[in-house]
C-alpha cells in the first residue's frame, strides 16, 4: 500500500508551495507588474486572439493548452497576480516567459482605462490599417478616373489604322473610277492598274485633243 499525497492538488502539495515560493524570491519580473490590473474592465475576446498569436510565434506552432491556461488564469481572477502566473508560465515559455508577460500585463493595464476594454495599442493599429486602405482605394479609383477622363479639345485620339501601307495619304479610288480603265470621267484624270489617280496638266498650246483612249504614243 502507497501511502503519500495521492489526490492532493498541486495548491495543497506543501512541496510544490515551497518551490513556487522559492521562485517567486528568486525571479526577476518587469516593473510594471507593480501596477493592479482589473479584469472586469478588459476585454478578453480581443486578448485572447493577441494571446494566441503571440504564443505561436514565440513557440513556432499552435498550443491551444497554454493559450487555455493563460486565459483562464486571467478569467478565473479579477486581480490576477502576474508574479505567479509567470512562475507558472516558465515551464512552458521557459525564458521567453518574463518578455511575454512583461508584454502582456502593458496591454492589460492599458486595456483597463481604455475604451471598450481594448488596449490603446490595438486601437491605434487599427487606425493605421484603415488609413492604409483608404490610401489604397483612393489610389484606385484615381487611376480608373485617369483611364475614363474624356479626351481634351483639340485632342486628336484616333488609332492610325492605316499607318505603313503603300497607299497611305493617296486619293482614295471609288469604284466607278476603277471601272473606267486607264482613264475615268474626264481626259485629264489618269488611273492606272494600281487604281493610283494622276491629274493631266492641259498644254494651252495644243488644239482640242482627240479622245483619250484613241491617243496611243505608239501610233506617232
Do not use: C
Amino acid at each position: 500500500m502507497v501511502v503519500g499525497l495521492s489526490g492532493v492538488s498541486a495548491q495543497e502539495d506543501v512541496r510544490f508551495a515551497n518551490k513556487e515560493s522559492t521562485l517567486l524570491k528568486s525571479t526577476k519580473f518587469p516593473p510594471n507588474f507593480a501596477e493592479q490590473v482589473d479584469m472586469t474592465k478588459v476585454n478578453m475576446e480581443v486578448m485572447r486572439q493577441w494571446i494566441a498569436q503571440r504564443v505561436e510565434r514565440l513557440l513556432g506552432f499552435e498550443d491551444d493548452v497554454l493559450v487555455e491556461l493563460i486565459t483562464e488564469f486571467l478569467e478565473n481572477n479579477q486581480f490576477p497576480d502576474p508574479r505567479n502566473m509567470q512562475v507558472q508560465l516558465t515551464g512552458f515559455l521557459e525564458k521567453r516567459a518574463r518578455p511575454f508577460m512583461s508584454e502582456l500585463w502593458g496591454l492589460l493595464l492599458s486595456a483597463q482605462v481604455s475604451v471598450g476594454g481594448i488596449p490603446r495599442k490595438f486601437v491605434e493599429q487599427k487606425k493605421e490599417e484603415m488609413e492604409q486602405r483608404r490610401a489604397q482605394n483612393a489610389d484606385v479609383i484615381g487611376e480608373v478616373r485617369r483611364r475614363n477622363v474624356p479626351p481634351r479639345a483639340g485632342e486628336d485620339t484616333r488609332i492610325p489604322s492605316r499607318e505603313g501601307r503603300w497607299d497611305r495619304g493617296r486619293v482614295p479610288i471609288n469604284t466607278e473610277q476603277r471601272r473606267g480603265g486607264y482613264f475615268a470621267h474626264d481626259r485629264d484624270t489618269f488611273v492606272d492598274k494600281r487604281g493610283n489617280v494622276t491629274r493631266r496638266e492641259r498644254d494651252a498650246g495644243w488644239g482640242p485633243r482627240v479622245n483619250a483612249r484613241e491617243y496611243s504614243p505608239s501610233r506617232r
